[in-house]
DNA sequence: AACTTATTCAACCGCGGACAC
DNA sequence: CGTGTCCGCGGTTGAATAAGT
């Protein structure tokens, strides 16, 4: 019964890869590919190593096409309209990143991406306040205003970083989505450009609107065929529906607490997780949708989804190549939510 | 120059679903 | 149908390196 066992873990190597490993490795797996079993496959060529480790070596690493570090700005882009519509999936994200691996991007986004996006919103703070603390001070209100409360700070839910304390409570009044429009405007900021240098966004200010992603990664796709895609990626679009349902991705129920107090996480970024309500076209199987899943693989959950029908699903036609039509979205996506939080309610 | 602190990223670990027996 | 293994994923760790004092 069963199989053999994964491998002698007393026996086998760990750390960093030499040359001479890599180049078996490599030169075993472009003649005969991986045969279908990792576990086996260190032992058919002669390395000390745990089939997983070789594994992640090939696909992190010596996988033909891997591009290491100098992520553009448009990839940036990506990866956070990605994180912020499905979370962390990163082998997902990274299969709209032809050449990228899972590990690389998670790791980009760790040291860096996040610090970003979290660096613009300190500033964005940090110069609404000291406008506002002007604005007190020429009034001749400097009684209190010397400290900040919630009624002076425009955006309650989003104090002033690097405080990452402990997540804000619920109230039975859910304050937190009532708060949805000061929540969209950053969300609108964050589907934008990411360069330091890139204008911040006030109220009644110009937008410097969001890239159309489903247009962006379309882009991607027509100049790099499916072979050249991360061999992980085909296998991670398989995705059986019900993985996603009762997800953090879900915006009502349980769906919802599941992300509370996971991982490190700041708690800016979560709340922006949680509160993003804006899906991309085409991943509805990534929310729990079984009726939009269940037409197209016309089955039950459990039922896995072809890479054809699922490129598909990914790079929907543009909806939106302009900001009016755009801002028409948001305005949908508002009436939505308020639709689906608030149901009858107008 | 020496030491400390911060950052980066390759690799490991553990978990859960799929699948073989 | 139950059990055990394989596979892939996401989170975490820790060594190497860079930057700061």
């Known amino acids: 019964m069963g199989r053999a066992p994964c491998c002698d873990k007393a026996n086998v190597k760990k750390g ?5 490993e890599d180049a078996k490795l490599k030169s075993y797996i472009e003649k005969h590919g991986t045969g279908g079993n990792w576990i086996a496959l260190p032992q ?19 996988r033909p096409n891997i591009k290491h570090g100098g992520f553009s700005e448009e990839e940036d882009n990506i990866i956070c309209n990605l994180y912020i519509s499905i979370g962390s999936r990163w082998s997902i ?16 986004w760790n040291t860096r991406l996040k610090k970003k996006l979290l660096g613009k919103q300190r500033k964005e703070q940090h110069a609404r306040r000291v406008s506002s603390l002007k604005q007190e001070m020429r009034k001749g209100m400097s009684e209190n205003s010397m400290v900040p409360n919630q009624e002076s700070n425009q955006n309650p839910y989003w104090p002033e970083l690097p405080v990452l304390a402990a997540p804000i409570p619920y109230s039975n009044q859910e304050p937190r989505l009532n708060d949805h429009a000061s929540i969209r405007k950053l969300l609108i900021k ?73 991982n490190s996480l700041p708690v800016e970024i979560e709340q922006m997780v949680y509160s993003n309500t804006q899906r991309l076209d085409g991943l509805e199987f990534l929310y729990g949708d079984e009726l939009a899943v269940n ?12 890479w054809g029908e699922m490129s598909s699903m990914v790079y929907p036609p543009p909806v939106a190549s302009n900001y009016e039509g755009l801002q028409q979205g948001m305005m949908l996506q ?8 608030y149901p009858g309610v107008q």
């Open 16 to 20: 960093p890869w030499s040359p001479e």
């Open 44 to 62: 058919k060529i002669g390395l000390k190593r745990c089939g997983k480790s070789c594994r992640l070596r090939w696909l992190n690493y010596l």
């Open 93 to 108: 994200i990274a299969a709209q990143l032809p050449g990228r691996t899972d590990n690389d991007i998670k790791n980009y």
């Open 190 to 262: 964050l589907g934008g450009r990411f360069s330091d240098d890139d204008q911040m966004i006030h109220e009644g200010a110009s937008l410097d609107f969001p890239i159309d992603i489903s247009s962006t990664t379309q882009q991607i796709y027509e100049h790099h065929p499916v072979d050249m895609l991360p061999s992980a990626s085909t296998d991670t679009l398989n995705i059986p529906s019900y993985q996603f349902t009762n997800t953090q991705y879900n915006m009502e129920g349980e769906g919802l607490d599941m992300l509370q107090g996971q």
């Open 295 to 306: 037409n197209r693989s016309g089955t039950a959950c459990g039922e896995s989804v072809g």
């Open 334 to 341: 508002e009436c939505a939510f308020n639709e689906l939080r």
